[in-house]
């Protein structure tokens, strides 16, 4: 059986199955909103309002995955005929709060364990009418009592129910990472959100542009998703978590034909590269660079992981460092870096940064704090670095002397500029592990 996957549109008739109506078509993220919207209340607590949301979303990719409808000749997925369906109306309200749970979990849907189709998620109202499922108003009760959204799904439908989170999505658009992208983060989504957002910006043009779409999520960055979140009604914090990322994705679509890639200056093997969560020999990037720091730093605490430079090109030096981390650490090993392996390897990076005795810390220098160091940064970090760049200012006249406060600002910004032309490297003005080695390694020796 194919794993489900989330339909962009679906397809709603306005009646009984066999009755003459108009069907209309919408994204199934408006489907649910709508629907959520005129079957509960938004005012009821968050736990039911998401226990609920949670059946519809699996209700409607049942009949979607079964085809259900259209298996029986129609030309449709699904009706909004109440007895056999869920309520829909055209351009009806739809509720802030639900709006946003909505765009947080549309992709997760219920299962029994076991199996891969969408959960047949019957629900009524538990108060005019009964049914083998879930009740609507019983769910409140029960999130009265403090029961979590799953807690009361169970309650339900048993406890062999489980969720399927961040299921793909028909139209190929790129999954949610899994992390919050945030000023600091760095690699490949991170291209591609600057990316995107340039493009959609010009048919939204109150989106400032992004000067550099590299891979370090910075100042520019940060300030172009808030507005991107101002104007599409999101939280604007400025963080591309789920419901951003996906917004993004939407109306990147909407403003572009998919076709046109090439046109905005990707090649098909970047794309196909910059597509994947996985670093193996022959990848290069600001990924790899933090990989390499991760594992040169590691080795010298574990003399069974062989010294690396940091290049950031995965070569043979790179993928021997990862098998002896793999066989460490009781990873099948492989010389392939996933999401989940890179995410060991930063939590031990972390941890031997965290148990170091001051004395130690002197004879090695800073340790990196594991994220870029950009423009709008402050803490010691910043402080640190800003002392290290006067220090090597003193020798290399090209760096200009900046204020020692903790605050990346245009100085700093600028200071950091002035070392990546004397090293000959990309000039983002962050601080990454290769920059901060070089630093680090500079100011010592001096």
């Known amino acids: 059986m194919a794993t489900p996957v989330i339909p962009a549109t679906i397809t709603v008739h306005l009646g009984s199955p066999n009755q003459p109506a108009e069907n209309i078509t919408v994204p199934f993220t408006e489907y649910i909103k709508n ?26 990719l049942n009949r979607v995955y079964t085809e ?18 869920q309520a829909f109306s055209r351009d009806g309200e739809v509720y802030d709060n639900i709006s946003a749970i909505v765009d947080e979990i549309f992709n997760n849907y219920l299962v029994r364990v076991g199996n891969v189709e969408p959960l047949y998620a019957q629900f009524c109202d538990g108060y005019t009418t009964s049914c083998n499922g879930l009740s609507q108003w019983g769910s409140v009760n029960l999130a009265n009592q403090g029961l979590s959204p799953l807690e009361i799904l169970r309650y339900y439908y048993g406890d062999d129910i489980a969720v399927v989170y961040n299921a793909p999505i028909s139209d190929n658009t790129q999954s949610y990472p899994g ?8 690699g490949d989504d991170v291209v591609t959100i600057k990316r995107e957002l ?8 109150a989106i400032p542009k992004i000067r550099y779409t590299n891979g370090v999520y910075d100042l520019e960055t940060e300030n172009a998703v808030k507005k991107f979140q101002e104007i599409f009604n999101l939280t604007p914090d400025g963080i591309v978590g789920k419901a951003t990322w996906y917004k993004i994705k939407q109306i990147y679509a909407s403003v572009k034909m998919l076709s046109e890639l090439t046109g905005e200056g990707l090649t098909i093997s970047e794309v196909a590269r910059r597509y ?8 290069q990037g600001l990924d790899v660079e933090a990989l390499q720091y991760y594992l040169a730093f590691i080795g010298y605490f574990y003399p069974e992981l062989p010294p690396i430079p940091i290049t950031g090109f995965f070569g043979e030096m790179t993928r021997d460092a990862v098998f002896s981390f793999q066989s460490a650490y009781g990873f099948p090993v492989t010389g392939v870096v996933d999401a989940n392996l890179f995410n060991k390897i930063e939590q031990v990076y972390r941890v031997i940064v965290s148990e170091l005795p001051a004395n130690y810390q002197s004879a090695i220098g800073e340790p990196y704090p594991g994220k870029f160091l950009v423009e709008g940064d402050r803490g010691e970090s910043v402080r640190v670095i800003q002392g290290y760049l006067n220090k090597i200012g003193q020798t290399i006249p090209e760096i200009p002397a900046i204020q020692v406060d903790g605050i990346f600002g245009a100085g700093t910004k600028a200071a950091v ?3 990546q032309q004397y090293l000959g490297i990309e000039q983002t003005g962050a601080i990454g592990p290769v920059e901060w080695a070089e630093i680090i390694s500079l100011g010592n020796n001096l």
């Open 179 to 186: 992390v919050a992208l945030r000023r600091g983060s760095f």
């Open 276 to 283: 994947t969560r996985e670093l193996s020999m022959g990848s």
């Open 417 to 419: 500029i002035a070392l």
């Open 35 to 60: 629907v959520a919207s005129n079957e509960i209340y938004p005012t009821w607590p968050e736990s039911a309002v998401r226990a609920n949301i949670m059946a519809q979303i699996s209700f409607a």
């Open 68 to 85: 259900y409808y259209r298996s029986r000749g129609y030309d449709f997925d699904i009706t909004n005929n109440t007895a056999i369906d």
């Open 198 to 205: 340039n493009r959609i910006s010009q048919n939204y043009p």
